[in-house]
């Protein structure tokens, strides 16, 4: 049987929902669109019911994007999603304004429970609800109060969904033509202005307010978050907060993650007998599960942290400080959040722009977040500034290094910055984004809440962005595990032969056969492949190769020239890898890694869409593969274009 | 006297006479916004844009070129 779940934003619906569904959720997109639909199962003696959360809305009636598919299921009784028996949760504080929909809803003839939820908030404002009148009011209802933050009136719940008979009443509440069409703003701003004359008449007798608790006195703490100071230092003092602990305290949990499966991966390939099977496991697959496994710990805090501020009400705080200074950029407040979990890593942060409501505002804020620099880019950045930055000083005490370092991420921003502008001016929106936002009163959050919403996040993105990831580490580590036939055996001859191999120790003798191996692989021929296309980056065949490489994660770029390099890929031999490549020499016996090729290379890691993790969350997140295609053609684009320019100039 | 509440200060009480904007009428209408309801504007965002809103039992965050088509009288 299909339940399903409405109400007006900020009144607890998701907690009722993780209350009946506890951990069997499923997370997923409605057909077609960027809507999150949340189903979950639950069961009642031998009853089975299919539990789906709907946004929250105030009237059946659309006026954005995501609004529109409640309208479509509820006004279509063949639509699958089209309930058996619906839950309206309403907050007790508020009935008047949350009975506009409930008695649209009624009107569809659609059964119904009414939640009054929040009791105990409506208590401290004096508000009292008498039971017996509104159950005389709307007869065919079931009726009950719960306070589903402590998890009070469970129980209630479920015997109301139990014992529900299915009764419709048999009047319309508001007689007339119903439901109206989607277009017709005219009549259904009259039909509000009816239903709630109707509304407003019963409420009198339905809701007493004690006269001495109605002055509605702004709190202390809401005066702060939106002081013109406080506010926004408080709002930086979030930030860091949160940036800290994605940044810094996840690579606790993300070293040991990576020592696992690195450990894993030597004992799979020792355990099994050698081959294609053991190679596959130990360095695609395993390596691969690991590649995925990494991100864990920084989604799992980013959202811990999100869950706590957008249960508690602050995020929207931020939102009413910074909309008037997002607005030219076509971002919402909301926006900040992904774009500095940008900086240490861009994944979570898209998977955070759900919070965003305005659709266009998500989508624009989804395509600008990998262009602020994650952390990947590090160790490219400081290998490259290591090689072709002088170590001067500018006026005796600032780092040339540290300047062009922080130029960098200066261009990350700007660039993301100039993008949001183009794609506020670009992207079409039929209906026009408002904000006309509820400001809901701040709370303690609910811990289950916030509990769920991280399991709900690290399970989405294991699951969907995971296998894409894992297929791509894949096909990667095969491109380079493999070559044409006889090629790869044909370089390894190559280097065996030369003066230079017979002399070097054992360690190093392996090395050469590595780099040789990787040269005569697939990859290694696709790098010489794209080679004219990159020369006029100022880049030869074995950036190509890296490049390529990166594909995996960006910070492959280092082993990747490591290994072509022949020196073996570890933080100890990063020295030898600088003066190998500060040595290195192409056909025409110039440097390869100049100021201008080095400049330029740094600049196409600034802008390259490369991390196939983020493509894989960006088509999950957009439930299309259109945007993060056009995310990768532009980023692309702008990379390619960038490096092209600084390397002509440089030179 | 008929204004703006975007014309309103900080702590002003009125009542909606008009709602006309051009396409968010009715998304005001249905958020409670009627013609006889009493508002009162709390406070506003550093930057004067938006505007926190009094209505009934809840607060409604409205930017300056929303609020200019409710037109209110004051209390």
Same mark, same amino acid.
């Given at each position: 049987?299909?339940?399903?779940?409405?109400?007006?934003?900020?009144?607890?619906?998701?907690?009722?929902?993780?209350?009946?569904?506890?951990?069997?959720?499923?997370?997923?997109?409605?057909?077609?669109?960027?809507?999150?639909?949340?189903?979950?199962?639950?069961?009642?003696?031998?009853?089975?019911?299919? &539990?789906?959360?709907?946004?929250?809305?105030?009237?059946?009636?659309?006026?954005?994007?995501?609004?529109?598919?409640?309208?479509?299921?509820?006004?279509?009784?063949?639509?699958?999603?089209?309930?058996?028996?619906?839950?309206?949760?309403?907050?007790?504080?508020?009935?008047?304004?949350?009975?506009?929909?409930?008695?649209?809803?009624? /009107?569809?003839?659609?059964?119904?429970?009414?939640?009054?939820?929040?009791?105990?908030?409506?208590?401290?404002?004096?508000?009292?609800?008498?039971?017996?009148?509104?159950?005389?009011?709307?007869?065919?209802?079931?009726?009950?109060?719960?306070?589903?933050?402590?998890?009070?009136?469970?129980?209630?719940?479920?015997?109301?969904?139990?014992?529900?008979?299915?009764?419709?009443?048999?009047?319309?509440?508001?007689?007339?033509?119903?439901?109206?069409?989607? /277009?017709?703003?005219?009549?259904?701003?009259?039909?509000?202005?009816?239903?709630?004359?109707?509304?407003?008449?019963?409420?009198?007798?339905?809701?007493?307010?004690?006269? /001495?608790?109605?002055?509605?006195?702004?709190?202390?703490?809401?005066?702060?978050?939106?002081?013109?100071?406080?506010?926004?230092?408080?709002?930086?003092?979030?930030?860091?907060?949160?940036?800290?602990?994605?940044?810094?305290?996840?690579?606790?949990?993300? /070293?040991?993650?990576?020592?696992?499966?690195?450990?894993?991966?030597?004992?799979?390939?020792?355990?099994?007998?050698?081959?294609?099977?053991?190679?596959?496991?130990?360095?695609?697959?395993?390596?691969?599960?690991?590649?995925?496994?990494?991100?864990?710990?920084?989604?799992?805090?980013?959202?811990?942290?999100?869950?706590?501020?957008?249960?508690?009400?602050?995020?929207?705080?931020?939102?009413?400080?910074?909309?008037?200074?997002m607005?030219p950029f076509g971002l919402?407040?909301?926006s900040?959040?992904?774009m500095?979990?940008?900086?240490?890593?861009?994944?979570?942060?898209?998977?955070?722009?759900?919070?965003?409501?305005?659709?266009?505002?998500?989508?624009i804020t989804?395509i600008i977040t990998p262009l602020m620099?994650?952390?990947?880019?590090?160790?490219?950045?400081?290998?490259?500034?290591?090689?072709?930055?002088?170590?001067?000083?500018?006026?005796?005490?600032?780092?040339?290094?540290?300047?062009?370092?922080?130029?960098?991420y200066a261009l990350g921003l700007l660039a993301a910055l100039g993008l949001s502008i183009v794609l506020k001016l670009s992207?079409?929106?039929?209906?026009?984004?408002?904000?006309?936002?509820?400001?809901?009163?701040?709370?303690?959050?609910?811990?289950?809440?916030?509990?769920?919403?991280?399991?709900?996040?690290?399970?989405?993105?294991?699951?969907?962005?995971?296998?894409?990831?894992?297929?791509?580490?894949?096909?990667?580590?095969?491109?380079?595990?493999?070559?044409?036939?006889?090629?790869?055996?044909?370089?390894?001859?190559?280097?065996?032969?030369?003066?230079?191999?017979?002399?070097?120790?054992?360690?190093?003798?392996?090395?050469?056969?590595?780099?040789?191996?990787?040269?005569?692989?697939?990859?290694?021929?696709?790098?010489?492949?794209?080679?004219?296309?990159?020369?006029?980056?100022?880049?030869?065949?074995?950036?190509?190769?890296?490049?390529?490489?990166?594909?995996?994660?960006?910070?492959?770029?280092?082993?990747?020239?490591?290994?072509?390099?022949?020196?073996?890929?570890?933080?100890?031999?990063?020295?030898?890898?600088?003066?190998?490549?500060?040595?290195?020499?192409?056909?025409?016996?110039?440097?390869?890694?100049? &100021?201008?090729?080095?400049?330029?290379?740094?600049v196409?890691?600034v802008f390259?869409?490369?991390?196939?993790?983020?493509?894989?969350?960006?088509?999950?997140?957009?439930?299309?593969?259109?945007?993060?295609?056009?995310?990768?053609?532009v980023m692309?684009a702008m990379a390619?274009l960038s490096?092209?320019?600084?390397?002509?100039?440089?030179? | 006297?008929?204004?703006?509440?975007?014309?309103?200060?900080?702590?002003?009480?009125?009542?909606?006479?008009?709602?006309?904007?051009?396409?968010?009428?009715?998304?005001?209408?249905?958020?409670?916004?009627?013609?006889?309801?009493?508002?009162?504007?709390?406070?506003?965002?550093?930057?004067?844009?938006?505007?926190?809103?009094?209505?009934?039992?809840?607060?409604?965050?409205?930017?300056?070129?929303?609020?200019?088509?409710?037109?209110?009288?004051?209390?």
């Amino acid at each position: 049987m299909k339940i399903a779940l409405f109400g007006n934003p900020n009144t607890g619906k998701s907690s009722i929902f993780n209350l009946l569904t506890g951990l069997r959720q499923q997370v997923g997109n409605f057909p077609g669109l960027t809507v999150e639909r949340r189903s979950g199962d639950f069961q009642i003696e031998e009853n089975k019911y299919t &539990l789906t959360d709907f946004p929250g809305i105030y009237s059946i009636y659309p006026h954005t994007k995501d609004e529109e598919i409640v309208y479509k299921v509820i006004t279509n009784s063949k639509n699958k999603d089209y309930p058996d028996l619906a839950i309206v949760v309403v907050d007790s504080a508020n009935l008047e304004r949350n009975l506009l929909l409930f008695t649209q809803l009624q /009107d569809l003839k659609i059964p119904l429970i009414l939640v009054l939820n929040m009791g105990d908030i409506a208590a401290k404002k004096g508000i009292e609800i008498d039971l017996d009148a509104l159950k005389l009011a709307f007869p065919s209802v079931e009726l009950l109060s719960m306070n589903a933050r402590v998890g009070l009136g469970k129980d209630r719940l479920i015997r109301a969904i139990q014992n529900h008979k299915f009764e419709t009443s048999s009047e319309m509440f508001l007689p007339g033509q119903f439901p109206l069409s989607i /277009d017709d703003e005219a009549g259904q701003k009259e039909e509000a202005n009816q239903r709630y004359l109707k509304i407003n008449s019963l409420i009198q007798n339905i809701v007493k307010q004690k006269l /001495d608790h109605q002055k509605y006195n702004t709190s202390k703490l809401d005066r702060l978050l939106t002081h013109p100071i406080f506010g926004y230092l408080i709002f930086i003092g979030v930030l860091f907060v949160i940036f800290q602990f994605i940044f810094s305290v996840a690579n606790y949990p993300m /070293d040991w993650i990576e020592l696992f499966f690195m450990k894993l991966s030597e004992w799979t390939s020792a355990a099994l007998p050698s081959g294609v099977l053991n190679k596959l496991l130990s360095q695609g697959l395993i390596p691969g599960i690991g590649g995925v496994s990494v991100f864990i710990p920084q989604i799992a805090l980013l959202f811990f942290f999100i869950a706590l501020l957008e249960e508690s009400g602050y995020l929207s705080r931020v939102v009413f400080i910074m909309d008037k200074i997002m607005r030219p950029f076509g971002l919402n407040g909301k926006s900040i959040v992904p774009m500095m979990s940008g900086i240490a890593c861009a994944i979570p942060g898209i998977m955070a722009t759900r919070t965003i409501a305005d659709w266009k505002e998500r989508l624009i804020t989804i395509i600008i977040t990998p262009l602020m620099s994650c952390s990947a880019r590090i160790p490219v950045y400081t290998l490259l500034i290591a090689l072709v930055i002088p170590k001067t000083y500018l006026g005796g005490f600032i780092s040339i290094q540290g300047l062009v370092l922080f130029g960098l991420y200066a261009l990350g921003l700007l660039a993301a910055l100039g993008l949001s502008i183009v794609l506020k001016l670009s992207i079409k929106q039929k209906k026009i984004g408002f904000l006309i936002m509820e400001l809901p009163d701040l709370k303690s959050p609910r811990w289950g809440n916030v509990f769920q919403t991280v399991l709900e996040k690290v399970k989405i993105f294991v699951w969907d962005a995971g296998k894409v990831i894992l297929a791509i580490s894949i096909i990667l580590w095969a491109l380079a595990s493999y070559g044409p036939q006889g090629s790869m055996e044909q370089k390894v001859k190559i280097a065996k032969s030369s003066s230079l191999f017979e002399e070097s120790n054992k360690s190093d003798q392996e090395n050469y056969i590595a780099s040789a191996k990787l040269e005569g692989s697939y990859i290694g021929h696709l790098g010489k492949f794209i080679e004219p296309l990159i020369q006029p980056l100022g880049y030869d065949w074995k950036i190509g190769v890296s490049l390529l490489s990166s594909f995996a994660a960006r910070e492959v770029f280092v082993g990747s020239l490591a290994t072509i390099y022949a020196i073996h890929d570890d933080s100890a031999s990063k020295q030898r890898l600088i003066s190998r490549l500060k040595n290195a020499k192409n056909k025409d016996g110039q440097s390869v890694y100049t &100021l201008a090729s080095g400049c330029s290379l740094m600049v196409f890691y600034v802008f390259a869409m490369q991390c196939m993790a983020t493509v894989a969350v960006v088509k999950r997140e957009t439930n299309s593969w259109s945007w993060p295609i056009i995310q990768l053609v532009v980023m692309g684009a702008m990379a390619y274009l960038s490096a092209f320019f600084v390397f002509q100039i440089l030179q | 006297m008929i204004m703006k509440l975007s014309e309103m200060s900080a702590g002003s009480k009125v009542v909606i006479e008009t709602i006309c904007h051009p396409f968010l009428s009715t998304k005001l209408t249905e958020m409670g916004m009627l013609t006889g309801t009493e508002l009162e504007l709390l406070y506003k965002a550093p930057l004067g844009d938006p505007i926190a809103v009094r209505v009934k039992g809840f607060t409604l965050c409205l930017r300056l070129d929303e609020a200019k088509y409710i037109h209110v009288d004051s209390l």
